[in-house]
C-alpha cells in the first residue's frame, strides 16, 4: 500500500520567515492534496496537484507536484501567524475515497 | 468547493452511550465518506456511505459499532455505539464529486468519551 511521509514533522519559524514542507510517497503519485488543519478541527482544502510539475498558489501558499521523485513540497512565503497548523498531504486513490494520507505537520509561527 | 457541515461540532459523553453525528453538503454529491482521526494520529477511513444502500466498512470497523445512514445525495449520519474511551477522536465527513476529483472535509466533530 502507498505511504506518505512528511518532513519535518514540526516547525517552528519567526513571522516574515520562508518555509517548506515535504510530502513523499512510497509509490508514484497521480495526484496529491495538501490540507490545513487547526488543532481539533476539520481539514480546510488548500490545492490539488494532478500532474508532474504542477505547480499552484493559494495566497503565500505555492505547491509543487515533482512526479520522479514521488514528492511534492509546498511553500510559505513570508510566514504569518495565521499560517500556523498542521498541514496535511494527501494522495487520491483510483477507488474513490481510500486517499492515504500523511501523518501531518505541525506549523508555528512566532511573531 | 463543497460546503459541508456537521453537527454536532463537539460532545463529551459517557462510556456505553452511543452518539449521532449529522453531515450535510451544500449540493448533491456522488462520493461520502467518514474518517477518524484519533489524537496525535493521521486520517483512517472508516465508511464509504452509499445512497439508498448499506455502507460499505474498511477493515476494523463493523455496521454494529458504526451505523451509517445515507437517505439521500446530499445527508448522511454516523452513530457511534456503545462508546468507550479509546472512540475520542475527531469524526470528519468528507465528500468527492467523482473520482479523481477535489476531496473535501467538513469542520469535523470531536468527540470525547469519560
Known amino acids: 500500500s502507498q505511504e506518505l511521509e512528511q518532513s519535518p514533522q514540526s516547525l517552528i519559524v519567526q513571522e516574515g520567515k520562508n518555509l517548506t514542507i515535504n510530502c513523499t510517497s512510497s509509490k508514484t503519485l497521480y495526484g496529491l492534496y495538501w490540507y490545513k488543519q487547526k488543532y481539533g478541527e476539520g481539514l480546510i482544502f488548500l490545492m490539488m496537484l494532478q500532474k508532474g510539475g504542477e505547480e499552484k498558489s493559494h495566497e503565500k501558499i505555492t505547491a509543487k507536484l515533482d512526479e520522479k521523485k514521488q514528492q511534492s513540497s509546498l511553500h510559505i512565503t513570508a510566514s504569518q501567524p495565521s499560517h500556523a497548523g498542521i498541514y496535511l498531504c494527501?494522495?487520491?486513490?483510483?477507488?474513490?475515497?481510500?486517499?492515504?494520507f500523511g501523518d501531518g505537520t505541525t506549523l508555528t509561527v512566532k511573531p | 468547493s463543497a460546503v459541508i457541515s456537521q453537527k454536532p461540532s463537539r460532545d463529551i459523553c459517557q462510556r456505553g452511550t452511543s452518539l449521532t453525528i449529522q453531515c450535510q453538503v451544500d449540493?448533491?454529491?456522488?462520493?461520502m465518506f467518514w474518517y477518524r482521526q484519533q489524537p496525535g494520529q493521521s486520517l483512517t477511513l472508516i465508511a464509504t456511505?452509499?445512497?439508498?444502500?448499506?455502507?460499505?466498512?474498511e477493515s476494523g470497523f463493523v455496521i454494529d459499532k458504526f451505523p451509517i445512514s445515507r437517505p439521500n445525495l446530499t445527508f448522511s449520519t454516523l452513530t457511534v455505539s456503545n462508546m468507550s474511551p479509546e472512540d475520542s477522536s475527531i469524526y470528519l465527513c468528507?465528500?468527492?464529486?467523482?473520482?479523481?476529483?477535489?476531496?473535501?472535509f467538513g469542520p469535523g466533530t470531536r468527540l470525547t468519551v469519560l
Open positions: 456511505a452509499n445512497q439508498g444502500s448499506e455502507a460499505t466498512y
Open positions: 449540493s448533491q454529491v456522488t462520493m
Open positions: 468528507s465528500v468527492e464529486r467523482s473520482t479523481g476529483n477535489e476531496q473535501f
Open positions: 494527501g494522495a487520491p486513490n483510483t477507488n474513490a475515497g481510500k486517499s492515504t
